[in-house]
């Protein structure tokens, strides 16, 4: 992008289409005039504005200034295709991964890899596998059209199997993929085991490329080192054993699905269809753009969802980001519900309606009210740092009954270690059939229990040398803008969240993209933005 400026809301805006070209996206504002057309390698990403007069710079100049070559963020790996997501790359991490299985003793009982709907997933899975395979490790591949992320988390816990590997990239923008590697009993891979993996890519790499070994896909088929499976089956009953099918069935529900172009559509249409439900699906080809939007199931990127649950009289809307892990939800009245106000729900429907006992878990960017719920029911909440790994971790040592993230991630005691979308969506849907209200209503009478929450939340994209700046300024110097109410406490174990009498504010770098993002939740919305905007002014974004 050299020079090229970009208008101040232009960062954040979900309005980038894909016309007359592949390479090529346009920006929209919202009035649907054009703002921008950039390239595929120049679509800026994140934030929400920008210095005045300060050139924009392009993702590609931002994740080489910001990231090591390979390196594991909260969400696994990801990186830009053909910048540093290359078969070079991939191969590098699966040799580490498997030098590491190798240690353990685990070549035998090997891997699953399963792969989402991106641009080079299937061939990156083949990649993989011709490693593992030319490493000696037994590598089951996922081979079917649609593998959502959750699935292979179920196969690894299913197995018994040591580990999982998804190719995917989640929720980032199209040009990007990436690899997600998952542990015994289908849990995301940990700090150390991601740190492992790192130390022995960098020998490996130091040996050259040309010392790792492997064999073809084929021959790696002849010689039974590689297998292709399909868990579809035992995934969908192991969802449908723990949902109130009998209950979904006599609702007569009409919904609308929205698989943002990812992998969730087969699985969401199987489970509802079979528990008798009305289904229409939009944006469910085959689109490795993603439509020209991020697959990220935000208020945003789901008006199309929105008008047709409106349009059609639908019991409700639900989505799915592109690798199926995390959901979105329109209700009756076409209002786009949070993740933090489906974590309420859903917890409060475990205690109150199904009877469940135990804690729940939230991440530090997460709603508060989760705590007053648990309080309410003489349950704890426990706060852990961004990351799913730290919700499942957290969520083994008490015995949570559930986990999650304001990003869309959810989990549920008794599933699988990690988020899935697509067994939170079955769960929303049985609990508006066994309640027997509109979510609208029951959203109300639930939250009207409690006082009122409001979330802001913004994320900035910034140039790459003021990352130092701004964690200097947070992180060591410990410095920090004039709020309007009195700081109580102040947490530094991940980001800077700041703690008032009612309410808090968090600044923490993304672990997935190259941002910075604020979350900030008040008893008022306008005190929530007003917070907000007094941290951006002081860091001077």
Not at 34 to 47: D, K, N, V, W
Not at 362 to 389: H, I, Q, W
Request: hydrophobic content about 40%; charged content about 25%.
């Amino acid at each position: 992008m050299g020079s090229q400026k970009v208008a101040q809301d232009c960062l954040g805006n979900d309005a980038w289409k894909n016309e007359g070209g592949q390479d090529s996206l346009k920006c929209q504002d919202e009035e649907g005039r054009l703002c921008h057309s950039l390239t595929m390698m120049e679509r800026p990403q994140g934030g929400h504005r920008i210095d005045e007069g300060v050139p924009a710079v392009s993702v590609r100049s931002i994740q080489e200034d910001m990231m090591s070559r390979i390196h594991f963020g909260t969400g696994g790996w990801r990186a830009i295709i053909g910048d540093e997501f290359t078969r070079h790359n991939v191969r590098l991490l699966c040799a580490a991964l498997a030098s590491r299985i190798k240690d353990e003793n685990n070549a035998e009982k090997g891997l699953v890899i399963g792969y989402d709907r991106r641009f080079l997933s299937d061939l990156a899975a083949t990649w993989a596998a011709e490693v593992f395979a030319g490493e000696g490790i037994t590598c089951q591949v996922i081979r079917i059209t649609q593998a959502p992320t959750p699935m292979i988390m179920w196969t690894v816990k299913n197995q018994g199997l040591p580990y999982g590997m998804a190719i995917t990239a989640s929720h980032n923008p199209a040009i990007y993929n990436g690899i997600k590697v998952f542990t015994e009993g289908g849990k995301d891979a940990n700090e150390d085991v991601t740190a492992d993996i790192e130390r022995r890519m960098e020998a490996i790499e130091g040996a050259g490329e040309e010392q790792i070994p492997s064999v073809t896909y084929q021959a790696g088929l002849d010689s039974g080192a590689i297998t292709e499976i399909n868990p579809f089956n035992g995934y969908i009953d192991s969802i449908c054993e723990q949902i109130d099918m009998q209950a979904i069935r006599e609702a007569n529900l009409h919904i609308a699905l929205d698989p943002m172009y990812g992998v969730s559509r087969t699985s969401l249409q199987t489970i509802l269809m079979t528990a008798r439900c009305e289904v229409d699906t939009i944006h469910d080809r085959h689109d490795t753009l993603f439509g020209g939007r991020m697959p990220a199931p935000t208020k945003a990127t789901l008006d199309a969802l929105t008008q047709y649950v409106l349009d059609n009289n639908c019991a409700l809307g639900l989505a799915t980001d592109g690798d199926a892990d995390r959901i979105g939800v329109i209700d009756d009245q076409g209002e786009f519900l949070h993740p933090n106000q489906l974590l309420v729900l859903l917890y409060y429907y475990l205690l109150k309606y199904k009877g469940w006992k135990g804690p729940v878990v939230r991440n530090v960017a997460t709603t508060s009210l989760l705590d007053e719920v648990a309080a309410k029911f003489g349950e704890t909440c426990y706060e852990v740092p961004v990351g799913f790994k730290w919700v499942s971790s957290k969520m083994l040592e008490t015995d949570a009954i559930l986990g999650g993230e304001s990003s869309g991630g959810i989990t549920v005691r008794g599933h699988i270690h990690g988020k899935d979308g697509i067994y939170a969506a079955a769960l929303l849907v049985e609990m508006i059939a066994v309640i027997g209200k509109p979510m609208s209503q029951i959203y109300h009478e639930i939250t009207g229990q409690f006082p009122p929450h409001y979330m802001a939340e913004t994320d900035f994209a910034f140039a790459p040398e003021r990352k130092l700046e701004i964690l200097k300024t947070l992180m060591e110097d410990k410095k920090l803008p004039e709020f309007t109410r009195p700081v109580e406490s102040v947490s530094y174990k991940d980001g800077c969240k700041v703690y008032f009498d009612q309410g808090w504010i968090i600044a923490r770098f993304s672990g997935t993209e190259p941002l910075l993002r604020i979350f900030c939740e008040m008893p008022t919305r306008e005190e929530a933005e007003v917070t907000c905007e007094q941290l951006r002014e002081f860091l001077h974004l």
